[in-house]
């Protein structure tokens, strides 16, 4: 059983070299297995043979010797990079020689397992053989018949347990993480009439998922002066009947006042209740709140009790299932490699998909069996690349396989969950201003340089490093090609990582083992969750509901010429004044208290129907055909009179 090297590259055996990576023999000693004796005669015998060659010229002491092995090659000519610059050819080809590997390569020979070594400890020595007895007495399980069974018990069981997670509560009831009643900036129109009704006579039942209290916000979203963001947006909660802004998530509100759990999910029963003044943030359960001294047309309070049943969210009782099925398999019934592979790809979708990090709720399986078919591709290549070289040299110990396999697997297909603490999401530029971003990246590249490492030494020592290189090089010319097209970004999906660094992992050795089983996991998750997503994206759609580096409107009222309290009025610089006229803007409009308040082409606003008596809130945007550009941060008008300027840039 071939377990070391990929059948369509040609092998080094021991005493052989592979013609693709390796010269030639350079000479007749090079390719002769000789005795001493013989070897010495043969020497006489060149040495005798050889011509006169007379001594080097005067100033001519550095060229390379014509007898030396670089003026034995064929490529060797005086005219050459080593005849004129013979410094200079020396450490380049001392380097091409290190990274070309030793001659033969080193084969990599089939690893003993850890669980049977001999272990000494001052005069005692242990062996535990575990492995051995191990296989001896799970022998009897691996009859494929009890597989089959243990399969299928296994569908069935998932069935069940997908049923009570998702499928008994009233499909209308479920609602996302980020689920709210109003939409950011000016996209509920005019005086919020696209988010109305915004008092309901009757009460709303909803059931949340898990894990919500993960979900936070990834650009920075306005609420009065203050700017929140790397948090989940919940407004108030903070009163005496715990009254929430209509624009706070819904589920993550839910967890701040203890109706549901964050772990678990569950349901509860909102009332709206229209206009409410001064929310007041807290912490709580985790979660904190902003607060908001003004107005605002809706909001809502959550109510003692809730007829929706079956609300609990079991992803975590799915976890400990798949992780037990995976186990048992790896240590018990020990299937073929293959099988035992495609049983890790399959368990590992469909848990993302119905159970980790599904893409709704509850689950849509349409959409999972349509990015089924071609992972089932991607991994197909995936083995004939990496996985049929590693997996089948560790079925000798079970044991230690499944340790190295799962150790990686499993945190790959969590990886939504494990990375939940790292805040680096887009692998873009604005994620290194969160807290501890720096740190988590320095740990994470420390990580992958060792790991890189690693693999490059063990290509260099089997004489396959020419070859990735080359292939690496062509795919990173492919790249910078493609980030260079206009209008399109170039954005690497952590599925894509998976992808590009499988190749790399096709050697027998346990950090092969460990790597590509995250890798596979993590591959697994991003198209599980996401989909094959396109490396290639617009500014829009990495921008998500970041500023669009628009111009932005100046008020001429200020600290300065403040509204007089009889007049009331704010007003602010017309396009022509602003100079922007050749950016077509043609139209403004004014956010108050987070609620757009007037659209068109005037140039004050009357603040005769606001309630003087609280402080409010003013954002002014240009506007195309209707469309608003970037909104100011908020001007403040005290109830005192006094106006205090924005700050300079978007909100």
Known sequence: MDTTL?????????????????????????????????????LRSVDNSMPDIPPPEQGSEHLPDPTSRHAQQPWYHPNTLAQR????????????????????????????????????????????????????????????PLLVLFAVAYIISV??????????????????????????????????????????????????????????????????????????LVVGGGDAEATYRGDSWICA??????????????????????????????????????SFPSIFPLTYRFLPTTSLNHCTDLRDYGLVVNILVTVLL??????????????????????????SDPRGEPPPISDAFGVFLPTLFVAYVFWRVAFRHVLPVFEHCPLERMVWYLVGFWPGVLFNITTEKIPIDRLLGEDLRRPGAITALVILSI????????????????????????YYFLGFLVLVVLSQLPGLTLRIHHFFIGMILMPGTAFPTRISAVAQSFLLGMFIQGES???????????????????????????????????????????????????????????????????????????????????????????????????????????????????????????
């Not at 790896?330 to 495609?342: D, K, M, N, T």
């Open 6 to 42: 990929p059948p369509s590259i040609p092998r080094a055996t021991s005493g052989s070299t592979p013609t693709s990576l390796r010269d030639q023999p350079t000479s007749t000693l090079d390719s002769l297995e000789l005795g001493p004796t013989s070897q010495a005669s043969l």
């Open 85 to 144: 610059y013979p410094r200079t050819w020396n450490v380049l080809f001392r380097i091409g020689s290190y990274l070309r590997g030793p001659i033969p390569p080193e084969t990599l020979h089939r690893p003993n397992s850890i669980f049977n070594r001999k272990w000494t400890i001052g005069s005692q020595s242990i062996t535990l053989n575990l492995e051995t007895r191990w296989l001896k007495l799970t022998r009897r399980l691996g009859w494929w």
């Open 159 to 232: 069935s069940f347990l997908v049923r009570a997670s998702w499928f008994l509560t009233p499909q209308e009831a479920f609602v996302g993480c980020t689920s709210s009643f109003w939409l950011p900036k000016d996209q509920c129109g005019l005086d919020g009439q696209d988010c109305a009704p915004f008092v309901a006579e009757q009460p709303m039942e909803f059931r949340c998922p898990a894990s919500c209290k993960s979900v936070i916000l990834a650009n920075i979203r306005a609420v009065g002066s203050e700017e929140v963001v790397y948090q989940p």
């Open 253 to 290: 509100s839910a967890i701040h006042a203890g109706v549901i759990s964050n772990s678990r999910g569950g349901c509860g029963k909102l009332s709206l209740i229209g206009n409410f003044t001064s929310f007041v943030g807290t912490v709580s359960n985790g979660i904190r709140s902003t």
């Open 330 to 355: 790896f240590s018990v019934f020990q299937p073929a490699s293959i099988v035992l592979y495609w049983c890790l790809v399959c368990i590992g979708h469909w848990h993302v998909t119905l159970f």
């Open 447 to 470: 990580v992958v340089l060792v790991v890189v490492l690693n693999q490059l030494q063990t290509m260099r020592k089997t004489g396959w490093l020419p070859v990735y290189a080359w």
């Open 529 to 651: 969750r996401w989909g094959f997503d396109s490396i290639l994206q617009t500014t829009a759609e990495l921008r998500r509901d970041a500023p669009l580096d628009s111009s932005i409107p100046g008020f001429l009222t200020s600290s300065t010429y403040p509204p007089h309290m009889s007049n009331s009025t704010i007003i602010w610089k017309s396009i022509e004044t602003a100079g922007v006229v050749s950016e077509g803007w043609n139209g403004y409009s004014l956010i108050i208290d987070d609620v757009e308040r007037y659209s068109g082409t005037a140039l004050n606003f009357a603040l005769t129907a606001l309630d003087l008596a609280i402080p409010h809130f003013f954002r002014l945007a240009y506007q195309r055909d209707g469309v608003s550009g970037d909104y100011s941060k908020a001007a403040t008008l005290f109830p005192n009179g006094t106006f205090l300027d924005p700050l300079p840039g978007p909100s």
